[in-house]
Structures are given as C-alpha cells and as structure tokens.
C-alpha cells in the first residue's frame, strides 16, 4: 500500500499555548526513536505515538471491540494482548484492510495524543510519530523535524530490527509516506545515516535552532 492512500485527517486547530510542540517524524527504521531520545536529553518531554497506540490496543476497550468486529478474535481476543504481528501481516498485504485499520485507530490515537501533548508543564513536548502528517498533526506541530537515512541503510535496519525478509520491509516502508514527502513538511531535516555518535552531535546542534524556531512561530502568530 503507498503511503498516499493512508486518510489524512483533518489538522487539529494550532493554538499557540502550553508548552513548545515538536514534531520528529520520518520513515520506518530511519532513527525517529534514537533522534527523540536524544532530544530528552536536552529537556524534552518525549510523547510516542506508538506507545499511544500500543497501551489503546491493550486497554482500550471500545477501540478493541471495533478491530475485534473488523479483524476477529484470534487477533483482537476479548482477553488477553492484540496480535500486534499478525495484524501487521494482514494490513501491510492488504490495502483495504490497512484503510480500515487507520479509520479505527488514528481519531483514538490522536485524541489521546493531543491530551498528552497539552498537559500542563515546563518541558518542550516531543512527539515521535511517524504518521505525524498522515494524522494531521505536523501543522498543529510549532515546528517539524524529519529523520532520514540512505534506504539501504533503512532496509538493513527494518530487516534485522523486525527478523522479516526484504519483500515484506518493502511492504512497510511503502505504507507510510516517502522521506521525501515527508520532509516537504518540515522545517528541518536530519541525516541519521551515521553512527549514534554522529547523530547526537546534530541533535545538540540543532536543539537551540529548534527552541528558537518554535518560539518564533508562537511569536509570529500571536502578533
């Protein structure tokens, strides 16, 4: 499935108020986890949407029901964890199936994720999520970062980090928007083809550029 055929829903309405909003996003396996952690070590608040969506899946209940009506019970059971793998198998061969799994989980995930980000507090908030502009979410963001890599580093990693073969990497990373459509939405972009090393150098580097750009934008907007 492209990743252009994932529903984009509608942005959530930008309020410049609470604590300074960051964006990381990017493909699958291109360092999005590694980049934000990074940024917690600047003082960051770091919110993943993966968690968000992994902890709904467990106890959520009428998001589990909905997928259970959709999916059935040997992946959705009404006790016990989500087959997370088998659903990923179903969904990423089957772009129907992926299309209604968006249309269940992304409004659930967002609101959660929206409460998250709006709580009261100090730290800049970081969201990972690499759906951030499917969810339409990058522009309630007050700035975006894109992680990118080379796609054969990308591949390697995608295949030893999930123990699948080539076919069903490309599979994933063909769901999701491309890293050059994703960077056409961001305000910065970073290479995390290096070691972590590298890598850590350019998020220290970066985080007062990032500070600065979204306090410029909170600026700009309540002129």
């Known amino acids: 499935m492209s990743g252009g055929s994932v529903p984009i829903l509608t942005p959530p309405v930008y ?3 609470g604590p300074l909003r960051i964006g990381v996003t990017g493909s699958i396996s291109c360092g999005k986890d590694l980049v934000a952690d990074l940024m917690s070590e600047q003082g960051a608040l770091v919110i993943n949407a993966d968690g968000v969506y992994h902890g709904l899946l467990e106890c959520d209940q009428t ?3 909905k997928l259970r009506e959709s999916f059935g019970e040997t992946i959705v059971p009404a ?5 997370r793998k088998a ?4 969904v990423y061969s089957d772009s129907e199936a992926m299309t209604t799994l968006v249309s269940i989980t992304h409004p659930r995930i967002r609101g959660e994720i929206l409460r998250l980000m709006e709580e009261p507090g100090p730290e800049p908030r970081v969201l990972n999520a690499p759906l951030l502009v499917d969810m339409g979410l990058d522009q309630w963001m007050d700035t975006v970062v894109v992680v990118v890599v080379d796609s054969a580093i ?7 980090r999930d123990s699948i073969d080539r076919n069903f990497a490309l599979a994933k990373i063909s769901s ?3 890293s050059s459509e994703k960077s056409a939405n961001a305000d910065f972009v970073l290479d995390n083809s290096g070691s972590i090393g590298d890598t850590r150098k350019k998020v220290v580097e970066l985080w007062p550029r990032l500070i ?6 909170r600026r700009q907007w309540q002129n």
């Not at 006790?79 to 087959?83: D, K």
């Not at 990308?154 to 030893?160: G, I, N």
């Not at 600065?212 to 934008?217: C, T, V």
Request: hydrophobic fraction near 40%; proline fraction near 6%.
């Open 15 to 17: 309020r410049p108020q």
């Open 63 to 65: 998001l589990r029901a």
């Open 79 to 83: 006790i016990g964890p989500v087959n």
């Open 87 to 90: 659903l990923g198998r179903i």
């Open 154 to 160: 990308q591949v390697q990693r995608l295949m030893a």
């Open 176 to 178: 999701q928007l491309s």
């Open 212 to 217: 600065e750009r979204a306090m410029n934008r």
